[in-house]
């Protein structure tokens, strides 16, 4: 009997130490060249704004998103077709739009690769196709945007051509969104499509700013990067807001429950790298295209640089008193770019690869001496991790594996810990973690 207790404890602390050897596979097929040479193309379509010229094969943004499309399709044909390339598009108008110059429609670029064993199940990188000048209504200034967001796009485009060159059980969809700058018109537009289409998100990787490394603080740093999230749904119900003042979760949100794992798949596989969780949607009083995702009850986050440069961002090409305005080609550190990408590639692969996760997890143990726990079944699993942490911790610090549906934490007090749960396939890999969403009571 003592015996088979050290193999369970062993087995244990295998299953949540191992790693991927394909992850650092991943990693290393990232290549800053190729992002280099797609920012750059990005750059000398002049301008990119969301409303400029749709007819140029030279100029604008119809010209940029055809060679976006292109792109996909070339990296479809030597996948064996493994992406279904297509345009996505929702119209809009000036009336009630303070930066719509003008009717146009708004064009996103998607391309998805199918899921073995979970085909609506998807997980989405995307960058943002659009730039813009000074004034976001002026569509004919020239607006390179090679950092904001050019670096997305190519990061984007780069994750697209490393990561089919594997199969995965659930869906990745990279995608090209418009009309960041003037609104959120593509997020708005493809979260709607995916709502009514009835995808199952596990969450959106939104790349805004991944190629910066001067700050205009005066900090140089190569390797820290923000994972911005916000605490709990925008659409959460009354019922669910006044549970949590009971029963706690105020920043265990499924978009938060996606940055902590993008946060420790980085710790695990790119220690080099320093992952910032700030609690924040977005930068103070600001927004990105994982916002409309949210909105609809969608997790997602924003991966972008720590340290901005705002001379670089919605800025006319100029010089005054002796500094360089624009977001030029010039002042993107693409070896940044690329460790980035490699960021959105190995979480991409690893929710990809991992199982669903378990849709309701039961918590019990008021007046106790131990936490009870039990969830769903899991169908094709190996087992489940069960994670607490302090109330004050911002990742999961212990665990426990089992390949059981229920489990006690015994002498753990359930007022002093968080606490969720997550499924863990034969490969190895995890999902992401579900915090408590039901009470269990004797």
């Known amino acids: 009997m003592k015996n088979i207790s050290i193999l369970c404890f062993l087995f244990t602390i295998v299953v949540s130490g191992q790693t991927d050897s394909k992850i650092y596979d991943i990693i290393n097929a990232v290549s800053a060249d190729r992002i280099e040479s797609n920012i750059k193309t990005l750059t000398e379509f002049g301008t990119r704004n969301t409303f400029s010229d749709t007819i140029s094969h ?24 493994c992406l279904e390339v297509f345009y996505q598009k929702d119209f809009v108008t000036k009336e009630g739009n303070s930066r719509v110059p003008h009717d146009a429609w708004i064009v996103n670029v998607l391309a998805v690769q199918k899921g073995t064993k979970y085909p609506n199940k998807y997980v989405i990188m995307s960058g943002d196709i659009d730039s813009r000048a000074s004034n976001a209504m002026d569509f004919t200034t020239n607006a390179p945007g090679a ?74 740093d190569n390797r820290s990067f923000r994972i911005f999230s916000e605490a709990v749904p925008a659409n959460e119900t009354d019922r669910q807001r006044k549970m949590r003042r009971f029963y706690g979760g105020e920043v265990d949100g499924i978009s938060r429950q996606l940055a902590r794992y993008i946060h420790e798949k980085v710790r695990t596989y790119m220690p080099e790298m320093n992952p910032m969780m700030i609690y924040r949607l977005d930068r103070f009083g600001r927004g990105g295209h994982h916002r409309p995702f949210n909105d609809l009850g969608f997790a997602g ?3 972008m640089e720590a340290h901005e440069n ?19 080609f010039e002042h993107v550190n693409f070896k940044y770019a690329k460790k980035l990408t490699a960021v959105n590639a190995i979480n991409l692969a690893s929710l ?7 849709k309701e997890v039961f918590i019990g143990g008021i ?12 169908k094709g699993v190996k087992g489940y991790k069960i994670y607490w942490r302090d109330t004050t911790s911002p990742t999961w610090d212990h665990s426990r594996y089992t390949e059981k549906t229920a489990f006690t934490l015994e002498g753990i007090v359930i007022d002093n810990f968080f606490f969720g749960v997550s499924a863990v396939g034969e490969n190895g890999h995890e999902s992401v973690v579900v915090f408590p969403n039901k009470i269990w009571r004797k």
Not at 316 to 328: H, L, P, V
Not at 367 to 378: F, I, P, Q, Y
Request: hydrophobic share 40%; glycine share 12%.
């Open 301 to 303: 986050i924003r991966i």
């Open 147 to 220: 950092n904001d967001n050019a670096s997305g796009m190519a990061g984007t485009l780069e994750a697209a051509r490393v990561l089919s060159a594997y199969s995965f059980e659930s869906s990745i969809i990279y995608v090209g969104l418009s009309g960041e700058e003037q609104g959120l018109f593509g997020g708005a537009g493809l979260a709607k499509y995916a709502k009514n289409r009835g995808w199952d998100i596990i969450g959106i990787l939104n790349n805004d700013m991944i190629g910066n490394i001067t700050g205009v603080d005066g900090v140089i």
């Open 310 to 328: 705002y001379t670089q961002q919605h800025q006319d090409i100029r010089i005054e008193n002796n500094i360089k305005y624009g977001d030029t």
């Open 58 to 81: 030279t100029r604008g943004i119809g010209a940029a998103r055809r060679w976006i499309k292109a792109e996909f399709e070339t990296i479809s044909k030597e996948c064996d077709t």
């Open 367 to 378: 007046v106790e001496a131990n936490v009870r726990l039990k969830w769903s079944e899991v």
């Open 352 to 358: 990809a690869w991992a199982p669903e996760a378990p």
